[in-house]
């Protein structure tokens, strides 16, 4: 999964990294058992500071959706495992959702766009 920030936005880069995990795992494009980047390379990747990484890490660890393996690096949680998974009918919702999204983009419109548009 290709994580980005938009600095652009009016919403923290930690916000949004954290969102992008979230949705990430709970979509299923990151399952339990995959590895996350190193704080080091995702803040060098997403150009921010390792300690926004880092508190990311950390909120998502306490939230139990991801783990740290000493020696190894840090991984999707078992108890990560996409909602989706659990409710066959958040995996309908997600589609649509999916679909939304990929409409939005082709018509040109931006994370920010399609943010105001959702909260509208």
Do not use: H, W
């Not at 494009?29 to 704080?39: C, F, N, T």
Request: aromatic share 4%; net charge negative.
């Amino acid at each position: 999964m290709k994580l980005s920030v938009d600095r652009d936005l009016p919403v923290p880069l930690g916000v949004q990294l954290r969102g992008l995990i979230e949705y990430g795992i709970a979509c299923g494009e990151l399952l339990p058992g995959a590895r996350l980047p190193s704080v080091r390379e995702l803040a060098d990747e997403l150009g921010v500071a390792p300690m926004t990484v880092s508190q990311v890490y950390r909120e998502l660890k306490d939230g139990g959706l991801i783990e740290a393996r000493a020696g190894l690096g840090t991984f999707v949680s078992d108890n990560g495992a996409p909602a989706a998974a659990l409710d066959p009918r958040l995996a309908g919702l997600q589609r649509r959702l999916d679909g939304v999204i990929e409409d939005a983009l082709a018509l040109g419109l931006g994370p920010g766009e399609l943010a105001t548009m959702f909260a509208a």
